[in-house]
């Protein structure tokens, strides 16, 4: 179950100077078994024809799986770390925001199953996908 002792300008502010940052992704809702998070379509997650770069959701799908495994895990003894992830992509977006959502579909000691998926402004689908997250014990 995700930790919602935290708030989301918190949890934006957790994420500063990575990927997240860069790429403007910003997180916007938190649940008990889910996160939520947006991100715009444009220089920054374009590929060369204009479109949504499929990296750019997957990472949006990554990093909102990866986040919420965080608030699950025990980061002071724990790390998370992505380890699958897969993405079918069905429709391309221009211009705006999409908003990603990551479910938590499997919760184990070890590891954590997220179902991601991505919409447009009009609720469209845009991408669906799985992130498996491993969860290990730091070294002493």
């Given at each position: 179950m995700i930790n919602q002792n935290i708030s989301i300008a918190d949890l934006n502010k957790f994420c500063s100077n990575t990927m997240l940052e860069t790429l403007g992704i910003e997180i916007t809702e938190l649940s008990s078994n889910w996160i939520c998070g947006k991100m715009p379509v444009d220089h920054r997650t374009h590929q060369p024809a204009g479109l949504l770069h499929g990296g750019a959701s997957a990472a949006l799908i990554e990093s909102l799986g990866s986040l919420g495994s965080s608030l699950i895990a025990d980061m002071k003894t724990q790390n998370v770390v992505g380890i699958e992830i897969n993405a079918n992509h069905i429709r391309g977006?221009?211009?705006?925001?999409?908003?990603?959502?990551?479910?938590?579909?499997?919760?184990?000691?070890?590891?954590?199953?997220?179902?991601?998926t991505i919409t447009d402004e009009s609720g469209k689908l845009i991408c669906t996908g799985r992130l498996t997250v491993l969860i290990t014990q730091k070294k002493q």
């Open positions: 977006v221009k211009e705006g925001f999409v908003f990603g959502k990551a479910e938590l579909i499997h919760e184990g000691k070890t590891t954590h199953i997220w179902q991601g």
